[in-house]
T-cell receptor, first 112, second 115 residues
Framework: GNSVTQMEGPVTLSEEAFLTINCTYT??????LFWYVQYPGEGLQLLLK?????DKGSNKGFEATYRKETTSFHLEKGSVQVSDSAVYFC???????????FGSGTKLNVKP | EPEVTQTPSHQVTQMGQEVILRCVPI?????FYWYRQILGQKVEFLVS????????KSEIFDDQFSVERPDGSNFTLKIRSTKLEDSAMYFC?????????????FGNGTRLTVT
């Protein structure tokens, strides 16, 4: 079946620290992979995506590389800010199916 | 940038009452979805809708739930007889394409509280 597994949170970092949030997936075929971010009281916003193996998605200093050999799509940022505090969701969607599968979300707290 | 809008932002209802949650998807999108998120938990798929019919639904989406596109712009979720466990944040989403790399665009959600 199709599923996404994320590291459990919360993750607490100091400002300017390096961030990694792990995400691995199981899927039939060749899915597209996404990271969404949810700020307090808001909906999910697309952060970045990658559509095939070895693609790197990037946005706002965040990046993630689609690794088919390890079925992973880890989110990284070199220097986090307080404003990055949010919940981050990894998700996949198959080439030939409609539904998105979401991970359980990882809460990030960045302290000044 | 076009966005998905949802109303109301917060709905309080008594157990057993009917509620209708409303959404206006992005105008050129053809695929519509409802997801829900119980406080602090996973984002759960409820239903997807295309060409005026349900294309897929989850086990959560039982006979108490229904969706409708009553006109060219609105997309609604009805819960016929609410239960306490229906309390959650309900997100509407739309997508240009129904598969592959087309992302979902989410609204800001309706917080449903059943008392």
């Amino acid at each position: 079946g199709n599923s996404v597994t994320q590291m459990e949170g919360p993750v607490t970092l100091s400002e300017e620290a390096f961030l990694t949030i792990n995400c691995t997936y199981t899927a039939t075929g060749y899915p597209s992979l996404f990271w969404y971010v949810q700020y307090p009281g808001e909906g999910l916003q697309l952060l970045l995506k990658a559509t095939k193996a070895d693609d790197k998605g990037s946005n706002k200093g965040f990046e993630a590389t689609y690794r088919k050999e390890t079925t992973s799509f880890h989110l990284e940022k070199g220097s986090v800010q307080v404003s990055d505090s949010a919940v981050y969701f990894c998700a996949l969607r198959g080439y030939n199916f409609n539904k998105f599968y979401f991970g359980s979300g990882t809460k990030l707290n960045v302290k000044p | 940038e076009p966005e998905v809008t949802q109303t109301p932002s917060h709905q309080v209802t008594q157990m057993g009452q009917e509620v209708i949650l409303r959404c206006v998807p992005i105008s050129n999108h053809l695929y519509f979805y409802w997801y829900r998120q119980i406080l602090g938990q996973k984002v759960e798929f409820l239903v997807s809708f295309y060409n005026n019919e349900i294309s897929e639904k989850s086990e959560i989406f039982d006979d108490q739930f229904s969706v409708e596109r009553p006109d060219g712009s609105n997309f609604t979720l009805k819960i016929r007889s609410t239960k306490l466990e229906d309390s959650a944040m309900y997100f509407c989403a739309s997508s240009e394409e129904g598969q592959g790399n087309s992302p979902l665009h989410f609204g800001n959600g309706t917080r449903l509280t059943v008392t």
